[in-house]
């Protein structure tokens, strides 16, 4: 079957673009796209396109432009806040006979919402970080005792560790908190942090495959070195998890371990930036997402990988000479 996978705000993740190349068959292709004609992965690509902010009104219509141009089939996000975006809007590309991989519109404002996912934890007894969405909540919790500094400032719906700051005191923590709207106070998570790589079936709705690494080092958000790791526990949670959230397709999720207790952080219902460990070590979604656009059903293989084997990030670079850049086209 001729499978066309279009790729949105592809950015830097040229490596997932490859990987869908490795997959598509039967002259299938890979399409990416980004606002910036400089985003370095739309040129690993087999086609290209420049397209609006997607805040801007003219967006859709550029996707979807897109999408009747190139015969896509399935078109996924690389960023957070499109996520509910592609879902909210899963009817205009079902007419034309694209699959958004993406969950539901309603999961995907769940896993932005770093509140209202930790209210949801609660609900469910998922342990998670104490978070407070007001000043007089968080003083007095720490008038009783409940939380201590250090503690993490941070937006309530932010993505890309954007305006995350720690906090010593009180002070720093007024100061911070009141810089922007929308934002939350969050305890201090002491303990290793654990990135995880999971895959919901399609058709299913079966969990069919987790990784898991502790992370060891990061750089502006994401994981810089790491090694794979493996714990029942650890898989058992992530389940919990994902039937809580209705969660589908490719995930990515972060907690910590703290003294031997998992807490959950973060869920980001697309591949997240340290899935190439996870590929590299034989755990491969791409193939899955392709069988499953292809009718077939993926048996699961739950923690199929070798333990410690460490992920390191490194340069590499590509030259574009001016006359390749992607040109601006006006939307039709």
Same mark, same amino acid.
């Given at each position: 079957m001729e499978t066309?996978?279009?790729?949105?705000?592809?950015?830097?993740?040229?490596?997932?673009?490859?990987?869908?190349?490795d997959e598509v068959m039967?002259?299938?292709?890979?399409?990416?796209?980004?606002?910036?004609?400089?985003?370095?992965?739309?040129?690993?690509?087999?086609?290209?396109?420049?397209? =609006?902010?997607?805040?801007?009104?003219?967006?859709?219509? #550029?996707? /979807?432009?897109?999408? !009747? @141009? *190139?015969?896509?089939?399935?078109?996924?996000?690389?960023?957070?806040?499109?996520l509910a975006f592609l879902a909210g809007h899963r009817h205009a590309f079902e007419e034309l006979g694209v699959t958004v991989l993406a969950p539901s519109?309603?999961?995907?404002?769940?896993?932005?919402?770093?509140?209202?996912?930790?209210?949801?934890?609660?609900?469910?007894?998922?342990?998670?970080?104490?978070t407070y969405t007001d000043l007089i909540s968080f003083e007095e919790a720490c008038a009783h005792g409940e939380i201590?500094? =250090?503690?993490?400032?941070?937006?309530?719906?932010?993505? #890309?560790? /954007?305006?995350?700051? !720690? @906090? *010593?005191?009180?002070?720093e923590a007024r100061l911070l908190f009141s810089a922007h709207d929308q934002m939350i106070i969050q305890q201090f998570m002491d303990g290793r942090e654990i990135g995880v790589d999971a895959y919901v079936d399609l058709l299913t709705g079966e969990v069919t495959s987790i990784f898991a690494k502790e992370k060891l080092a990061m750089r502006a958000g994401e994981t810089d070195k790491a090694k794979s790791v493996k714990s029942d526990e650890l898989f058992d949670l992530i389940r919990r998890v994902i039937k809580?959230?209705?969660?589908?397709?490719?995930?990515?999720?972060?907690?910590?371990?703290v003294d031997g207790v998992l807490y959950l952080s973060e869920i980001n219902p697309r591949f997240g930036g340290g899935y190439p460990h996870a590929y590299a070590c034989g755990v491969n979604f791409p193939r899955q997402i392709m069988r499953n656009l292809s009718g077939k059903v993926n048996e699961p293989s739950i923690g199929d990988y070798a333990e410690n084997m460490y992920?390191?990030?490194?340069?590499?670079?590509?030259?574009?000479?001016?006359?390749?850049?992607?040109?601006?086209?006006?939307?039709?």
């Open positions: 066309t996978i279009m790729i949105t705000s592809v950015g830097r993740r040229s490596k997932l673009v490859e990987y869908f190349r039967d002259g299938g292709k890979v399409i990416a796209t980004d606002c910036n004609a400089l985003a370095p992965a739309l040129y690993f690509a087999d086609g290209h396109h420049l397209v =609006p902010r997607i805040d801007d009104e003219k967006y859709l219509d #550029a996707l /979807l432009a897109i999408c !009747r @141009a *190139e015969n896509v089939t399935a078109i996924l996000s690389l960023i957070d806040p499109e519109k309603e999961a995907c404002d769940l896993a932005f919402d770093k509140y209202s996912l930790y209210e949801k934890c609660l609900e469910n007894g998922i342990p998670h970080a104490r201590d500094f =250090p503690v993490f400032i941070k937006p309530r719906t932010g993505s #890309a560790s /954007l305006h995350v700051n !720690r @906090a *010593e005191t009180l002070e809580m959230a209705d969660l589908s397709g490719p995930l990515d999720f972060d907690l910590f371990d992920m390191v990030k490194h340069d590499s670079i590509t030259i574009i000479p001016e006359a390749a850049l992607i040109p601006k086209k006006k939307i039709r």
